[in-house]
């Protein structure tokens, strides 16, 4: 009987070992950014704001598009639980048409990678008739 209450105890405290695991956890203020309607030349950066909500640093490995007319720049240091972290996107607005690209973030989160995305269109500017 000792035998089992001993095994009992050494499983219970396995158990809140193992469920107070420390993890990252990334949480966007918006996992889409809309550019809205912009003319060509216009500045193309815009943000992507996010909390690290686990317990554990946030550590983003990488950051990448899905295609070359956008510049992803991820954080360089790890983000301490509770703190906020920018992701920097800059479009290349000299491409007139619609936008529709994701962003790919590679990190120490559960979710990873995790898929954002940008959307908008680039116009001529007024008075171009190119």
Do not use: H, W
Not at 26 to 52: A, C, H, M, P, Q
Not at 75 to 94: A, D, F, H, L, W
Not at 97 to 113: C, D, F, L, Q
Request: hydrophobic share 30%; net charge neutral.
């Amino acid at each position: 009987m000792k035998k089992l209450i001993a095994i009992a105890i050494f499983v219970t405290a396995g158990l809140g070992t193992a469920m107070a695991q420390e993890t990252a956890k990334i949480e966007f203020k918006s996992e889409t950014i809309d550019y809205g309607k912009i003319e060509k030349g216009s500045d193309g950066i815009r943000i992507f704001e996010f909390t690290n909500t686990g317990n554990a640093p946030l550590v983003i490995s990488d950051v990448t598009s899905s295609c070359g007319c956008t510049i992803p720049k991820k954080p360089e240091s790890p983000i301490q639980p509770g703190e906020n972290g920018e992701i920097e996107v800059k479009y290349n607005t000299e491409l007139v048409g619609p936008i529709r690209k994701t962003v790919s973030v590679y990190s120490n989160a559960g979710e990873s990678p995790k898929s954002l995305k940008i959307k908008g269109r680039i116009v001529e500017k007024e008075g171009d008739n190119k």
